[in-house]
């Protein structure tokens, strides 16, 4: 009885401590992932809507102070009329200035929509 007691609390352990590895596993490989978006000279790769360039987003500014209201909006949330107004501040800006405006939103607390997303990842092609 005693030996098969001691075989349970042996098993139990090895199946916590396999659960346990299994999720320092998978954050392992996120953060490694997210890495492997950056080329070898720092540059964006395109593959994502925001890089980690090291902004200085104290002298980051666009004029779109109308999508402010978008602040805490759920992609799934927009409207067809909130992702023309997106659309329209995109295509009124400079190509090289679209990844900057991405990562200011971003940083404002306002979800792309997924469409505008995949217009940026075009346009940073």
């Not at 953060?31 to 070898?40: G, P, R, V």
């Not at 405006?101 to 990842?121: F, M, N, S, V």
């Amino acid at each position: 009885m005693s030996n098969t007691i001691v075989l349970i609390v042996i098993l139990a352990f090895i199946v916590a401590g396999f659960f346990i590895l299994r999720k320092s596993y998978r954050n392992r490989v996120v953060t490694d992932d997210h890495h492997s978006h950056e080329s070898e000279d720092g540059e964006c790769c395109g593959k994502h809507t925001n890089c980690a360039k090291g902004y200085d987003n104290s002298n980051l500014y666009f004029e779109d102070e109308e999508l402010d209201r978008f602040k805490g909006t759920k992609q799934e949330d927009y409207t067809e009329a909130d992702i023309e107004e997106f659309r329209h501040v995109l295509y009124t800006m400079k190509t090289e200035e679209v990844d900057t405006w991405a990562h200011c939103l971003q940083t404002r607390g306002i979800e792309i929509p997924q469409e505008i997303k995949d217009e940026i990842l075009l346009m940073l092609q």
